[in-house]
């Protein structure tokens, strides 16, 4: 039976893999590199560069898929999502099947598998053991940039998506938010007053770049270097701290 590993691989910076991901790629007989379009090839690249640096083993095979594309405009989100992960887990086992079933197949995951992303539930739809090589995520390397702590002393900080932040406001329980997952700059929805903001995108790469300030002052510089970059690059992977 085929082994799935899944390889954080932190940000797309290969200095910020791990020993053990290091051994993982090395050990697997095929990873699978993702296609997400013209827009997006860069991604694909970043795979495949993070493979050509750290890879030593011959007998290591790449094999590269177009990911099916999620419908963003099935109004029912989550049926939208689950439909999307089932046909990424079926383009899965078709690559596994047409590279002879290996023993060892590996997925590089951005970040962590086990936060913000789907990976883990896509490959529960396969029903294959799974091995989980964590990443440095990039909370972490935002906050490195930034130079800052993540909590204050002996207090919380909320993990949470744009979406939850615009739908739902400020939560109650945190002073600290750390929002990921946002396409549309929700903290335009929050009253800026006494709101410090710590932003960044490409976090780890050379295209990184970030801002940082009251969320008066920040917020509209942030929207249009946002909006310049996606323009520049075709994507944007960003993230950002709030505090009040």
Same mark, same amino acid.
């Given at each position: ?133 964590? &990443?440095?995520?990039? /909370?972490? %390397?935002? !906050? +490195? *940039?930034? =130079? ?9 900080? @909320? ?59 920040? &917020?509209?510089?942030? /929207?249009? %270097?946002? !909006? +310049? *970059?996606? =323009? ?9 701290? @709030?505090?009040?």
């Amino acid at each position: 039976m085929t082994q799935l590993t899944l390889i954080g691989i932190g940000t797309g910076n290969p200095e910020h893999l791990t020993l053990q991901a290091i051994r993982a790629l090395n050990a697997a007989d095929l990873i699978l590199i993702p296609r997400k379009g013209a827009d997006k090839s860069d991604l694909a690249e970043l795979r495949r560069a993070i493979c050509a640096e750290v890879i030593t083993n011959p007998a290591t095979k790449l094999a590269e898929f177009d990911l099916p594309v999620r419908d963003a405009a099935n109004p029912d989100y989550r049926k939208g999502v689950d439909d999307w992960h089932d046909a990424i887990a079926a383009a899965w086992a078709r690559e596994i099947a047409a590279n002879g079933n290996p023993a060892t197949v590996a997925l590089l995951v951005w970040g962590d598998p086990a936060l913000y992303d789907s990976t883990l539930r896509i490959a529960a739809r396969l029903d294959l053991p799974v091995t989980v090589i964590p &990443g440095l995520t990039s /909370i972490q %390397t935002l !906050a +490195a *940039a930034h =130079a800052i702590p993540l909590n204050e002393i002996g207090a919380p900080f @909320l993990v949470t998506t744009g979406r939850q932040l615009r739908d739902r406001g400020w939560p109650a329980c945190a002073d600290t938010l750390v929002v990921m997952l946002d396409g549309g700059c929700a903290f335009q929805t929050l009253p800026p007053d006494g709101v410090t903001i710590w932003w960044g995108a490409y976090m780890g790469m050379t295209e990184e770049i970030i801002h940082s300030g009251p969320l008066a002052d920040a &917020g509209p510089r942030i /929207i249009a %270097t946002r !909006a +310049a *970059a996606r =323009a520049q690059h075709g994507w944007i992977m960003d993230i950002y701290i @709030l505090r009040r």
